[in-house]
């Protein structure tokens, strides 16, 4: 496994649009991080304002549907932010004993497209 990979135990407590959520992450050894924005890495989802207003609602509502509340895996990459400060990371969402990228699945599902940045 690629060394600048990190994998870490965390609850989703929002989700703010399509692509954004906040997550509470356990770090090990009774150490955790509280409310730390995570943007969804390799994919680009609909705006929540504008003429995409409605499509991000959707792509939304999906994401949260899927991972609001619950316990996920979640794979950053070391030290990488984003431009507005937000940790780049795959979400992982354990389905009927297995592991699903969700950032896959919003793709998969149209809520989101694939995207290089």
């Known amino acids: 496994m690629d060394d600048k990979l990190y994998f870490?135990?965390?609850?989703?407590?929002?989700v703010y649009d399509g692509d954004t959520c906040t997550v509470h992450i356990d770090l090990g050894l009774k150490m955790w991080v509280h409310s730390e924005k995570i943007r969804l890495s390799?994919?680009?989802?609909?705006?929540?304002?504008?003429?995409?207003?409605e499509q991000g609602r959707q792509s939304r509502d999906y994401l949260r549907g899927l991972i609001l509340g619950k316990n996920i895996?979640?794979?950053t990459q070391k030290d990488q932010q984003g431009k507005y400060g937000r940790y780049l990371g795959e979400i992982w969402?354990?389905?009927?004993g297995q592991?699903?990228?969700?950032?896959?699945?919003l793709v998969q599902n149209g809520f989101a497209e694939y995207k290089d940045y």
């Open 8 to 14: 870490y135990r965390a609850k989703v407590i929002s």
């Open 42 to 53: 390799r994919i680009n989802a609909p705006e929540m304002r504008g003429p995409e207003k």
């Open 73 to 75: 895996l979640l794979q």
């Open 93 to 96: 969402l354990e389905i009927d």
């Open 99 to 105: 592991w699903q990228n969700v950032n896959d699945m």
